[in-house]
């Protein structure tokens, strides 16, 4: 297994926004994870990537979280920030050199090539303020092509960028599923999803459905998230595992 999730429940400041979830991403395995905003799911992420320490249960990492890329969503990253493309994508090799270690000539030919991969050839020295949205989520996957992580998790990676940026990130999300890393991803595009990842875990909250996906997003567990999730109350106490049937298998 790359991810297994123990009766997890997460949270902020002792409120908690994800409630016993139990489930396995496993090695290789490409996964959505859905559900109404509000719903948990970027804070899951965060979660498997040890931001956030669990409030009960616990999460069983096959890997250390140092081989966990991760790709926050667009809203968190800083574009005024004086640097280039060049530096931003460099940030990818921190696990191999450190926050202090000096980049090597074979590392920035490496950036380089992450960034033809990703249709950025020749933006090195572009300042990150000068990029689109599309551009700019082009040189972050290529930051996470850097680091060579066995789990790459991705949250909303497709917010308010072109069709054809979405097209070429997604053949590139293939790629990784085709080298056998377990790659999740937060999404809003059940179309999408059904296309082109094979597992979902449907989240209000609480799990609602995870596995195949055309099983965990059928219509009448899409209609349980809703009604799930407007059923909660923002100041609510600790939730009862019991209190809900459909946890995850």
Not at 74 to 103: C, M, N, Q, Y
Request: overall charge negative; some cysteine.
């Amino acid at each position: 297994m790359a991810i297994a999730l123990r009766d997890l429940t997460l949270g902020y400041d002792g409120h908690p926004a994800v409630h016993h979830l139990d489930g396995t991403f496993v090695d290789g395995s490409l996964t959505a994870i859905v559900g109404p905003n509000g719903s948990g799911k970027s804070t899951l992420l965060k979660g498997i990537t040890g931001m956030l320490k669990p409030l009960g249960g616990a999460i069983e990492r096959g890997t250390t979280p140092h081989a966990i890329a991760y790709l926050p969503q667009a809203a968190e990253i800083d574009r005024s920030f004086p640097a280039t493309v060049a530096d931003l994508v460099a940030l990818g090799h921190w696990r191999k050199r450190g926050l202090w270690g000096a980049i090597t000539g074979a590392d920035y030919a490496a950036v380089r090539e992450a960034l033809e991969a990703v249709g950025l050839r020749g933006f090195e020295d572009r300042a990150l303020d000068t990029l689109s949205g599309g551009q700019a989520q082009r040189a972050l996957f290529a930051r996470v092509m850097l680091q060579d992580a066995k789990v790459i998790l991705l949250d909303e990676p497709f917010t308010a960028i072109d069709e054809k940026t979405t097209a070429d990130l997604i053949g590139l999300i293939r790629r990784w599923h085709c080298e056998k890393r377990t790659v999740v991803a937060v999404l809003h595009d059940i179309d999408m999803v059904r296309d082109v990842f094979p597992e979902a875990l449907l989240m209000a909250r609480e799990p609602v459905a995870w596995g195949d996906t055309a099983t965990a997003l059928a219509p009448e567990n899409l209609l349980r998230a809703r009604q799930m999730h407007e059923a909660w109350d923002e100041h609510a106490p600790w939730h009862d595992a019991h209190m809900h049937t459909g946890r995850a298998a």
